[in-house]
Every structure is written in structure tokens, then in C-alpha cells.
């Protein structure tokens, strides 16, 4: 079973902080802030989730708002907002595998006048914590389009190695979409924080 620092599946709300932002549940009024990311191609761009109607939109909210009531908890779906502000600034999450339990895929998208300016980096930092600290997973993963510069240079700034490309799998929007992924192992990380 999982450690938790956190509440989690009590009716509190979840959060974790970086030096600027609040990582927090969804709440039912997100529904517009999600909006705001789906209908901006720019951001969407290389997204490989479906937000493409208001219905998936709600989903989407609905999916994230279920799992944090979740007493077996293992989908952190969190707002990132701006700590001095409380503004919307993206979407995180942070997924364990159903199947094994000891892997989690970490996801980000910010809006667009939020990228860019080293959030992707605290929110990777704090989930990789979260992730090999708190929940004790063995596998901490996240992946993206080989057309994406700025997600790839992000999983490598942060020190994640590159596993491999899996090519073409799928047709995303406009394009035929190539999946980079990049990796830690729980025994890189301790040794990173050494
Ligand atoms: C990808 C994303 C999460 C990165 O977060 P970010 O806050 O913009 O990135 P950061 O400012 O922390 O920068 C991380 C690194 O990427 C680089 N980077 C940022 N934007 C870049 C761009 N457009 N092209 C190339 N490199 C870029 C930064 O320079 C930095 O590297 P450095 O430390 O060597 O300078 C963000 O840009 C985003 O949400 N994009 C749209 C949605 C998306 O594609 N999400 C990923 C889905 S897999």
C-alpha cells in the first residue's frame, strides 16, 4: 500500500506546492479553465488528450474531480495555479499504472502565456518527489510528441533519460504522431539527491 503525506480520499483537498504555484484538485468551476486550454490550438497542439467538445471537456473535470474521492487513489489530475494570485495557470497530473502500481506518467499543460518561464520545470521537480518520495513508486515517466522541443527539453532538463520512440501510432488532429518517452528509476533519483 502507498504512503500518503497527503489527504487523500478523506473529502480533504489535495495539494502540493512548488516556489510558485499550488498543485490542487479540480474544482467544478475549472469547467471554464479547461475550456481556455482546449480551444487554444497553439497549446493543444501536441496534446494527446481529447478535449475536442464540451462533453469531453466535462469528462475530463468529471474524471479528475471522481479520483481525488478515490480511497485507493492513483490519478492526481491538479490545477496548477499561480501561489501569489490563485490564477489558473495549467493542467498537471500525475498517474500511477493500473497494472503494475510502481509506475506513474507525470503530464503538463500550461497556458500559453505561462509557458516558458520555468513552471514546467517546478511541477516536474515537485511530482517527481511526490512520486518517488511520497508514493514510493519505482517509475516515474512522462512522454511526448517527437515534434514537441519544449516537453522533451523539459523531461531532460530534469534529468529523465530518453527510452525510446514509438512511431506513427496514431493520428492526432493534423499529423501522424511519433511518442518520445523518457524515464527515472527511483535508485537515479536518490542518487541525484545525494
Ligand atoms: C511543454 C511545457 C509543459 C513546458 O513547460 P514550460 O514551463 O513552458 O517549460 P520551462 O520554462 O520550465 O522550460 C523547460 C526547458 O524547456 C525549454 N523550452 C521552453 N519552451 C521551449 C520551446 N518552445 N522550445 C524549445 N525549448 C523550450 C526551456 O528553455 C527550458 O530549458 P533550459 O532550462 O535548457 O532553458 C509547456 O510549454 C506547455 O504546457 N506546452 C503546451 C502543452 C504541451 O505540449 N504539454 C506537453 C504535453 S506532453
Not at 494527446?48 to 480511497?71: H, M, P, S, T, Y
Not at 500559453?112 to 514510493?136: C, D, N, P, V, W
Not at 518520445?180 to 545525494?194: F, I, K, N, P
Request: with cysteine; charged share 30%; proline share 2%.
Amino acid at each position: 500500500m502507498y504512503k500518503y503525506d497527503f489527504p487523500a480520499g478523506n473529502g480533504m483537498a489535495f495539494r502540493l506546492t512548488t516556489d510558485r504555484l499550488i498543485l490542487e484538485d479540480l474544482k467544478e468551476d475549472d469547467h471554464e479553465n479547461i475550456r481556455r486550454i482546449a480551444t487554444d490550438p497553439v497549446v493543444m497542439r501536441y496534446v494527446l488528450v481529447w478535449l475536442e467538445n464540451e462533453e469531453q471537456i466535462a469528462g475530463f473535470l468529471q474524471r479528475g474531480i471522481d479520483e481525488a474521492k478515490r480511497l485507493d487513489r492513483i490519478a492526481y489530475i491538479l490545477a496548477a495555479r499561480v501561489a501569489a494570485t490563485g490564477e489558473f495557470a495549467g493542467l498537471t497530473f500525475l498517474e500511477i499504472d493500473p497494472e503494475s502500481r510502481c509506475t506513474g506518467e507525470v503530464g503538463i499543460v500550461l497556458l500559453r502565456e505561462y509557458q516558458a518561464y520555468g513552471y514546467g520545470k517546478e511541477i516536474l521537480k515537485k511530482y517527481m518527489e511526490f512520486g518517488f518520495h511520497t508514493l514510493s513508486l519505482h517509475r516515474v515517466f512522462g512522454k511526448c510528441d517527437a515534434l514537441n522541443h519544449a516537453s522533451a527539453r523539459l523531461m531532460e532538463r530534469c534529468g529523465l533519460t530518453y527510452e525510446g520512440t514509438i512511431r506513427e501510432h496514431i493520428w492526432l488532429r493534423d499529423h501522424w504522431r511519433s511518442t518520445r518517452y523518457y524515464g527515472m528509476l527511483a535508485g537515479e533519483y536518490s542518487a541525484r539527491q545525494d
